[in-house]
């Protein structure tokens, strides 16, 4: 068994070793590397760094100018036309109740609202049995 743990320290030497070597490689490697690259000018530094930032600039106001047209577009376009939909809804109500109230009067009856609206279910009951029997035959 000896032998054993003596090989197994070895390896384990010769890994720590090993590891040691290659982390001393990869810095000479990596001041190597550094030393290839070319870096920027402060000239070319700045140019950059204005283009970049203008690029950045055009970009939000054209978010800017799309994000005001959609709004605007939602406010005065879809708004406008669910208003136009809520009237006209509005409206046949109010020609509907007109109507039955006009009716009521040329038959000389006073009723009130609950009743021209009980009256109005019942017509719409009668008119669609009517209707589904004329169907059916």
Do not use: C
Not at 11 to 26: E, I, L, M, P, V
Not at 68 to 77: A, D, I, K
């Amino acid at each position: 068994m000896p032998k054993e743990t003596k090989k197994q320290d070895s390896k384990k030497q010769a890994s720590k070793k090993q590891d040691t070597k290659n982390k001393k490689h990869f810095m000479k490697d990596f001041k190597a590397e550094l030393k290839r690259v070319i870096w920027p000018t402060p000239k070319q530094l700045l140019n950059n760094t204005v283009a970049v930032i203008t690029v950045v600039l055009i970009t939000a106001a054209i978010v800017f100018v799309l994000d005001f047209v959609f709004e605007s577009m939602n406010t005065y376009g879809i708004d406008k036309l669910k208003e136009v939909v809520d009237a006209s809804s509005e409206n046949t109500t109010d020609t509907n109740t007109a109507n039955y109230i006009e009716l009521n009067a040329t038959d000389g009856t006073n009723t009130t609202a609950d009743e021209n609206a009980t009256t109005n279910e019942a017509t719409n009951e009668t008119a669609n049995e009517v209707a589904d029997t004329n169907s059916v035959e």
